[in-house]
C-alpha cells in the first residue's frame, strides 16, 4: 500500500473500534490497537507512528530486531511479539521487546525470564491458548492454562497480562464470538482457581475485531487493516 493511505486505513480502524466499542457497549479506551508491522518496512511504521499508533506487533524476529533498532530514539513505542516463539531465540526476544502474546510453554516462559535483563521490568507476557483444539495451531489447549498460568505467576520477571488466541478463521460473526467467548471464559476461570485479576485479552484481527470487542478483547491486533496486504 503506498505510505500516504496508511494514514487514511489507520482512521478507518479507528472508526471501526469505536464503532465496535458503541455496539457492544465497551468503553473505547479500554480497547488498544496493536498495530501489526510484520513484513512492513520502517517507512509505513513511521507512518502508522503518525497515526497516532504506538504499539507494533511482530512476527519474525529477525525481521523485526533492525526495525526495533532504529527507532531506538523514538520515545514511547511498544514492541509486541506475537510469532511462534522457538527456544535458541527467546534471549533476544527477551532483551528487545515489551509484550510477548505468544507464550504457551514452560520452558520458554521459564528462558524469557531468566533471560530478561535485570535493568528493565518485567516481560508482559500473555499465555495463547489454542481456543478451536486445531491440531495445526500453537497455543495450549484450555485445560492445561492455568497450570501454565500458575507457573507463570512464580516467575518475578514476567508479567503475567491475560490469555491470547488466534481462532479458526470463519466469517460467521457467531462463530467469531463463540471463539472469543470460551477464551474470556477460560481467562475468568483461572481468575477464579488462582486467586488472580488478569484482565487483557489478546484477540482479534483485521477480519473479526468487532466479534472480538463484542468478548471483551483489550488489545486487537491489526495488520491489513492498517498496512493493507502483505505482500
Ligand atoms: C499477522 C497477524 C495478525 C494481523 O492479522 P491481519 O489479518 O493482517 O490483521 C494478528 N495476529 C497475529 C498473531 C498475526 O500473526
Redo the contacts with the bound molecule.
Sequence with gaps: MALNEILQHSAKVNQQVEQACKNHNRLAKQVNVLA?S?TQPVEAIQQAIAAGFNNF?E?YLQDALPKIASFANTAHLNWHF??AIQSNKTKEIAESFNYV??VSRLRVATRLNNQRPTDLPPLKVFIQVNISGEASKAGVQSAEAVELAKEIMNLPKLSLQGLMC?PEATEDFNQQRQAFSQLAQLQTEINQQLGLNLSELSMG???DLEAAIAEGSTWV?????IFGA?K
Design positions: 501489526v510484520k506487533g512476527n506475537i510469532g502474546h505468544t488466534l484481527m483485521t477480519q491486533r491489526i495488520g491489513t487493516g502483505r
